[in-house]
C-alpha cells in the first residue's frame, strides 16, 4: 500500500493498477479502480472527508460537486454508482453496494446517470443484492443463475404488451412502486375486452396463427380455458403424429426415432435398409411447441377439475381440432 486507502495491485496481463477503499462504521468499501495512483488518493480523500464531515449532498449534485475546480477538481475519479452509494450510506448508515437512494417510504435505484427506477421500501432488500441490467431495452437481473426480467418479479408475464395487458398509471415506466404499475391481462392468451358495453375475457392460442378458442365472462374460467386448449392441441399433435407414423411402412423408422443413421445401418449389413429410402421425418416433431400453462392461484384441486370439464370451446376451435 503506497498511500492510505490505496492499494497497488496488477491485471494478468503484468500491467499495474490501484484500488481505492475506506473503512465506515465497521464496512470496508471498494471506492474503484482506477489507472494511477493520484486518482485512486483523490477518490479516498473525497470518500474520507465526505463521510466524516457535516456536508450534505443530493445525488443530481455529482456533476456540480466532482467538478468543482474551486474545491477539489477530481476529474470524475468517484463513478456515479459509488457517488449514490456513498451519500445513501452517509444519510441512512446503510451500506448497499447498488446504487440505491432511500427516500422515505421509496428508494430509488439508478440504473444509470439518467434511468432512475422508483421501488416501494419493501423491496429494498431484494435490491441491496440482485443488480439490474439492461441489454436492449431489457431490464434483468441474475437469480440462482438465471437471467429474470424485472417486470416478470411484479406479474406480469413475458410477450405482455404495454398499453394492452399492463399500464404504468403515471406514465412513468420506471416507476415500479405499488398501485403504479396495473396489469390488466395477467394469464396468457386472456385479453380483456369490452363487447356490447360488458366485460368480457378473450381467449386465443397460436398454432400458426391465432386461434380464438372462446370468450367468457369470467377471467379464471378464460385462464383455465385456455389451459384445456393447450392440452387439446398438444394431444391432437401427439394423435397426428402417431397417425402418420402407423402408415409408415419404412422399416427404418424406428432406428430414425431411436437416433440411427442410414448411413449406420446401411454399413453395418442390417437388412431392410436401403441407401434411397425415404425416412419417417421426426424433425416435424419439433416444430410443435409446448403451450406454457397459467397458474391460478386462488383455485382449489376441486374447483380447478370443476371449470375444466365444464369449458366450452368455440365453434371455429372445435372445427379446427376436429380437422387436424
Not at 441490467?133 to 443463475?145: A, C, L, P, V
Not at 397426428?240 to 448411413?263: Q, W
Request: glycine share 8%; charged share 30%; hydrophobic share 35%.
Amino acid at each position: 500500500m503506497s498511500s492510505s486507502g490505496v492499494f497497488r495491485t496488477n491485471k494478468k496481463d503484468g500491467s499495474i493498477y490501484f484500488r481505492a477503499s475506506i473503512t465506515y462504521k465497521d464496512k470496508h468499501i471498494s471506492l474503484g479502480s482506477f489507472d494511477t495512483e493520484e486518482a485512486a488518493g483523490a477518490a479516498y480523500c473525497f470518500a474520507k472527508d465526505y463521510l466524516g464531515g457535516e456536508r450534505e449532498y443530493l445525488p443530481e449534485d455529482y456533476e456540480t460537486v466532482l467538478g468543482n475546480t474551486i474545491e477539489k477538481d477530481f476529474g470524475g475519479v468517484i463513478s456515479f454508482d459509488k457517488w449514490i452509494m456513498l451519500l445513501n450510506l452517509k444519510k441512512t448508515g446503510m451500506y448497499c453496494k447498488n446504487p440505491i437512494y432511500l427516500y422515505g417510504n421509496y428508494f430509488v435505484y439508478y440504473l444509470d446517470r439518467d434511468s432512475e427506477l422508483k421501488f416501494d421500501a419493501d423491496e429494498l432488500f431484494f435490491f441491496r443484492n440482485h443488480k439490474l441490467q439492461r441489454r436492449g431495452g431489457h431490464i434483468f437481473y441474475s437469480d440462482y443463475g438465471m437471467q429474470c426480467g424485472l417486470l416478470s418479479r411484479f406479474g406480469v408475464k413475458n410477450f405482455a404488451i404495454c398499453g394492452r395487458d399492463y399500464v404504468f398509471k403515471n406514465g412513468d415506466e420506471l416507476d415500479f412502486r405499488f398501485g403504479n404499475l396495473v396489469i390488466i391481462n395477467k394469464y396468457y392468451g386472456v385479453s380483456e375486452k369490452i363487447i356490447s358495453g360488458r366485460k368480457k375475457f378473450l381467449v386465443k392460442i397460436h398454432f400458426r396463427s391465432d386461434l380464438k378458442v372462446g370468450c367468457y365472462d369470467d377471467e379464471i374460467v378464460a385462464a383455465v380455458s385456455y389451459n384445456k386448449a393447450a392440452d387439446s392441441l398438444e394431444e391432437a399433435v401427439r394423435r397426428k403424429i402417431n397417425a402418420e407414423r402407423e402408415h409408415t411402412h419404412d422399416t427404418a423408422v424406428e432406428n430414425k426415432m431411436l437416433g440411427f443413421s442410414v448411413e449406420e445401418n446401411t454399413n453395418s449389413g442390417n437388412p431392410g435398409i436401403g441407401k434411397n429410402m425415404t425416412l419417417y421425418d421426426t424433425s416435424r416433431m419439433n416444430k410443435y411447441r409446448k403451450w406454457k400453462r397459467n397458474y391460478v392461484e386462488k383455485l382449489s384441486k376441486s374447483d380447478y377439475i370443476s371449470i375444466y370439464s365444464s369449458v366450452v370451446f368455440s365453434k371455429s376451435f372445435k372445427n379446427f381440432l376436429s380437422k387436424m
